[in-house]
């Protein structure tokens, strides 16, 4: 069941990733445009990658004329670490279900990781999920913003 009270509490952790994402998300939006993205295509790397190391790899290695399929498989290397976090907040996490867990995996960054790790241990385990849920909002919205006003600017 939703909770409001949760979420918000998430989207106030988040506060500390945004003032780290706008920077960073707005210059990826800058760095795209440069590459010649189109603002689409900039904010749609956004939502469906959402790794901003990653991202900005691809854009230079797409730049440089790197086939699509290498970059590609250089990106999905560059984020194997990603499969490491789920382990370690397995235990705070073991009362979402798999499509809960399957959900909150898209939006689990470094920083996202780092908040949730600290945090989410002391939450009630029924205000867990819609907290995590708020944090990884707070986090992928700010990302997805930063990147469309970089693109803009750009």
Not at 28 to 47: I, K, N, P, R, Y
Not at 96 to 108: D, I, M, N
Not at 126 to 131: A, K, P
Request: glycine letters at 12%; a neutral charge; proline letters at 4%.
């Amino acid at each position: 069941m939703f909770s409001s009270k949760a979420f918000s509490e998430g989207l106030k952790s988040s506060l500390p990733i945004v003032a780290g994402y706008l920077p960073v998300s707005f210059a990826f939006g800058v760095a795209a445009e440069g590459a010649q993205f189109d603002t689409f295509s900039a904010v749609f790397t956004s939502l469906f990658i959402y790794a901003g190391a990653s991202q900005f790899a691809l854009v230079g290695l797409l730049k440089d004329g790197v086939p699509i399929l290498t970059a590609a498989l250089i990106t999905l290397g560059l984020n194997i670490r990603h499969f490491l976090y789920g382990p370690g907040l397995s235990r705070q996490t073991e009362n979402f279900s798999l499509r809960a867990r399957l959900v909150a995996a898209f939006g689990l960054t470094d920083e996202v990781f780092a908040v949730a790790f600290s945090r989410i241990g002391i939450m009630p385990p029924e205000s867990r999920f819609w907290w995590f849920m708020g944090l990884e909002f707070g986090a992928y919205s700010c990302w997805i913003g930063g990147t469309l006003a970089g693109s803009i600017s750009g």
